[in-house]
């Protein structure tokens, strides 16, 4: 066996496939297999259920925020309509189900590749527009998608929505929540990790080229409509998967959800996490969940505090306050988001105390 | 021969005090380092003085640091996370260097960025006024009468968006702004990037008869030595951030080095071979 | 005949509306390339400030409304210096994000302080401003409307195109460093084009409020509705603007008259999906010059 290998002071990085490693040192490595450890083997039996429902949004949201960073993040291609897209993914699902009976394991990704072709129909106007133009298509797209929702009534039960009733996958039933813990975050794995390896791959590279210098990645041969295509479809990928989940997990959906308001709180966990990074996404969906869960909490708990309850309803509208504050304050002090603040800290600790 | 570029350097330096006791000073550059981001030094210890009227010419090869230096007089380093760490600028015997870009200008100093930094979507009379932000609300008609004056071309394309001028017009485009606001010191970074021969002759005409006509002092930073060195009164050499020559324009033609390495002449006049400058620049380290 | 003529008037004063709604949104954009997505809000703030001081503190009517001018153009100020000001030469996502945020905040603020139900103006306007065209009677409302956004397209048209300050605001959004070269002084530009931008946002804000009540969700929906209409005449034109809201009322009250009302609320983004893919730049917006 070879000796383990631990952080090196510099770069001494010989060939391209050490530096394209995802792990640098074997500490990665075994501090990601305690992690999963403590992921499946750990959480789910010592929390209750509340905390279980959290993480479950959070394994949700993450898969989603993951596929937008790969367009925003790496592509450099804005979108603001990943909230529909998101609902598309979860209507495909809960369709396939109700109407055609699929099994969860086929709905759930071809809720995924439906969503994928519509990701590509509203990303075929970056063919032609950059920046601003893209991010006002997209939004466009948005509200096309939530209308088409609402009024397409005979297949998505317009306002009514659609109900899934006792999905199981593969006999096993996954009403609880703690089944369905295993199911989102097995998926939620795999597709960090493909994600992961995207990034480091001829397409990850092309990707990255579009968003540095799209005139100069044409220059260089990359076919950078396909490719941005390709971008939309992956993220897209992503976001109907990530939707699919959701309505086994809520089981039943209504087009209520999938608004505009989606769209910018997938955004914001990805600005907040870190753009251009992957476990950033992750954070990022924590982060968000987690602070609109607590300030849930707080006008509940203001709410029952005796006769406060008036109070209460004034307060409500902080929520909205704080949370945009928060990426206000992120945008302004720390634009690079989560993933460095956790950068800064490793790097701290791994020098101390020597750290400045 | 090394001897005499090394003395030159060194004599500079003790001719510059009695220079700065002296009234005809527009510019003093005193030892100054400049540091980007924190970490990349671009000028190790500059020191220019550049006098009233004259117009005094900055060679050198690419990454030499001259447009560093420009912009250090002119302020502009700081949006681009640049810094001058040591030594001082002083203009009119008033200290600048920590001077905000807007402060510069409206003391008299305008540079003219490189490679043509046109408004492409205003038109051309429109870019030329916004040459007079420096004195803003005071009248510009006898001002843009000048520039046309100068530059004929210009007042046949004054409706023209300035993204569809050419080349040509577009370095005249400049030059006539910065003349809008009055210079009393002219920076010209580069005014012969990417021209035909031809044109370059006529702008370096415009800028002599600019220096004559309206008093301004000016310094140009050129790769064309040739061109500058004819019009102008002193010049400087720099290379890896530092000044390494630095003389009168006439002696400046004549020293063999500069002939050599930046006019492309040997001592007897005929071209140089390229094994022969490859030789230069071996040498070269030791300046 | 009288139900097309009577479409065709809602038309053109709801786009008028929306006209006006867009005018704020492309100060900015013109003189600072931000993407304002805050935009509905910065018209509900200036709704609110004017209801506030006029019907509240039960001051006069051109004083409040001089003092909401003043008090917007103030805030602009202060956004601009808090939060903008950082950002200069960020990333377009970061900056967008910013102002994302800075809506959200704003709205809850908002709804915090006057909460989420209908409000209205006293009334104020003349009723002898009403139009009667036989057929059609035009409200004073609209009237007034009308004349304000002309006003308003006249006065800034000059502003940008004649005025010494305002060729100084494009040439900063054309080229930053070229115009610190000059002696442009680009932060007075940017906190100017933002007090600016708020005092047309109230304005907006104003008289949308006279006409349809003041709510936060509407205003800051409305805020979205500028979208469309800037593409429609280019993100930069201020004429297009004007126009680009004239066409999307139009299309939206034919549509909800002819064809079906929730039709019309989507009405204008399928449109702007279709420029988008004809004609990017918009009716009159700049093609962009790039050189290579």
């Known amino acids: ?356 | 021969m090394l001897n005499f570029l090394q003395s030159a350097g060194q004599g500079g330096g003790g001719k510059k005090k009695v220079q700065f006791m002296e009234n005809d000073t527009r510019l003093q550059i005193n030892n100054i380092s400049v540091v980007y981001s924190d970490v990349i030094q671009v000028l190790k210890g500059v020191s220019l003085t550049i006098k009233k009227g004259q117009v005094v010419s900055l060679l050198g090869s690419n990454g030499a640091g001259k447009t560093t230096t420009l912009k250090a007089i002119s302020g502009l380093l700081k949006p681009e996370n640049g810094k001058v760490t040591e030594g001082y600028i002083e203009y009119d015997g008033e200290s600048i260097q920590n001077s905000s870009p807007e402060d510069i200008t409206r003391k008299g100093i305008i540079q003219v960025l490189e490679g043509r930094q046109e408004f492409k979507y205003l038109t051309v009379e429109e870019n030329l006024r916004v040459g007079t932000a420096t004195r803003w609300g005071k009248p510009y008609q006898k001002d843009l009468g000048l520039v046309y004056n100068y530059f004929p071309a210009l007042l046949a394309r004054k409706k023209a968006l300035a993204g569809y001028c050419s080349g040509g017009e577009l370095q005249m485009l400049v030059i006539g702004r910065a003349l809008m606001a009055h210079p009393q010191l002219l920076l010209l970074d580069e005014p012969s990037l990417g021209l035909a021969p031809l044109l370059v002759k006529e702008i370096f005409q415009i800028i002599k008869r600019i220096n004559q006509e309206q008093e301004a002092t000016l310094m140009v930073v050129e790769q064309n030595a040739n061109m500058a060195l004819q019009i102008a009164h002193y010049g400087y050499v720099m290379e890896n951030g530092k000044i390494v020559l630095e003389s009168e324009a006439a002696e400046l033609r004549e020293n063999p080095d500069v002939k050599e390495f930046y006019l492309g002449t040997a001592a007897s006049g005929a071209l140089k071979s390229y094994k022969d400058v490859k030789a230069y620049k071996r040498r070269k380290r030791w300046l | 005949m009288e139900f097309f003529l009577q479409l065709l008037v809602n038309g053109i004063s709801l786009g008028f509306l929306y006209s006006l709604s867009a005018l704020g949104f492309v100060m900015i954009f013109k003189s600072s390339s931000v993407l304002n997505l805050a935009h509905g809000e910065l018209l509900a703030i200036g709704a609110f400030l004017f209801l506030a001081i006029s019907t509240w503190a039960q001051l006069p009517i051109w004083l409040s409304f001089a003092l909401t001018l003043v008090g917007t153009f103030l805030l602009g100020f202060i956004v601009e210096r808090f939060f903008l000001r950082p950002l200069i030469g960020e990333d377009l996502i970061q900056v967008i994000m910013l102002t994302l945020g800075l809506g959200i905040m704003f709205k809850g603020l908002l709804l915090f302080v006057f909460g989420g139900d209908i409000h209205e103006y006293r009334t104020f306007l003349p009723e002898g401003l009403s139009l009667d065209l036989g057929i059609v009677r035009i409200p004073s409302v609209n009237v007034a409307t009308f004349i304000i956004g002309i006003l308003f397209l006249i006065l800034f048209g000059f502003f940008f195109k004649y005025s010494s300050q305002g060729i100084y605001m494009r040439s900063v959004a054309d080229n930053q460093s070229a115009a610190l070269s000059l002696g442009v002084h680009v932060r007075r530009v940017f906190a100017l084009s933002w007090a600016i931008a708020f005092i047309v946002a109230a304005m907006s804000g104003i008289v949308l409020g006279i006409i349809n009540g003041i709510n936060v969700h509407e205003l800051s929906a409305i805020g979205l509705k500028v979208f469309p209409v800037v593409i429609l005449g280019g993100l930069d034109s201020i004429g297009g603007a004007i126009l680009g809201g004239i066409i999307i009322g139009l299309l939206e009250t034919f549509t909800g008259g002819y064809i079906s009302t929730s039709l019309r609320e989507i009405i204008p983004y399928i449109v702007l999906i279709i420029i988008l893919m004809v004609k990017p730049y918009g009716l009159f917006g700049l093609v962009e010059i790039e050189r290579v």
């Open chain 1, 1 to 356: 066996m070879r000796k383990l290998q631990f952080r090196p002071c510099g770069n001494f990085n010989e060939s391209y496939e050490e530096e394209l490693a995802i792990f640098e040192t074997d500490f990665g490595r075994v501090s990601m297999l305690i992690g999963l450890l403590l992921l499946f083997v750990v959480i789910p039996f010592i929390t209750s259920p509340y905390t279980l429902y959290i993480l479950n949004s959070i394994g949700i949201y993450a898969i989603a925020a993951i596929g937008l960073n790969l367009l925003i993040g790496y592509t450099g291609q804005i979108s603001l309509g990943h909230g529909a897209f998101f609902g598309v993914g979860a209507y495909t699902a809960a369709i396939l189900a109700t109407k055609t009976g699929f099994p969860i394991w086929l709905s759930i990704p071809a809720a995924g590749i439906v969503t994928a072709a519509v990701g590509i129909i509203f990303g075929l106007p970056s063919a032609r527009l950059k920046h601003l133009y893209l991010l006002i298509a997209t939004l466009a797209g948005q509200f096309i998608i939530e209308y088409v929702l609402v009024q397409w009534e005979s297949l998505t039960g317009g306002a009514e929505g659609i109900s899934i009733i006792g999905a199981t996958f593969l006999k096993i039933d996954i009403g609880s929540d703690r089944a369905f813990y295993f199911l989102i975050f097995i998926c939620f794995a795999l597709m960090t990790w493909i994600a992961v390896n995207l990034v480091r791959t001829r397409y990850g590279r092309a990707f990255i080229a579009i968003r540095d210098n799209d005139r100069a990645a044409e220059g260089m041969g990359i076919p950078i409509f396909r490719y941005k295509l390709l971008s939309f479809a992956i993220s897209s990928f992503y976001a109907g998967f990530a939707g699919g989940l959701y309505a086994y997990y809520m089981m039943s959906i209504t087009p209520e959800p999938f608004n505009l308001w989606l769209s910018i709180w997938l955004i914001a966990m990805i600005i907040i996490g870190g753009l251009g990074n992957i476990p950033g996404s992750v954070f990022g969906a924590i982060f968000i969940v987690v602070l609109e869960e607590l300030l849930s909490l707080g006008t509940q708990y203001l709410m029952n505090v005796g006769d406060s309850a008036g109070a209460a309803i004034t307060i409500a509208p902080l929520r909205e306050f704080v949370f945009g504050l928060a990426i206000v304050l992120f945008v302004i002090f720390e634009p690079k988001g989560l993933a460095e603040v956790w950068r800064v800290i490793r790097s701290n600790f791994r020098l101390w105390p020597f750290s400045y």
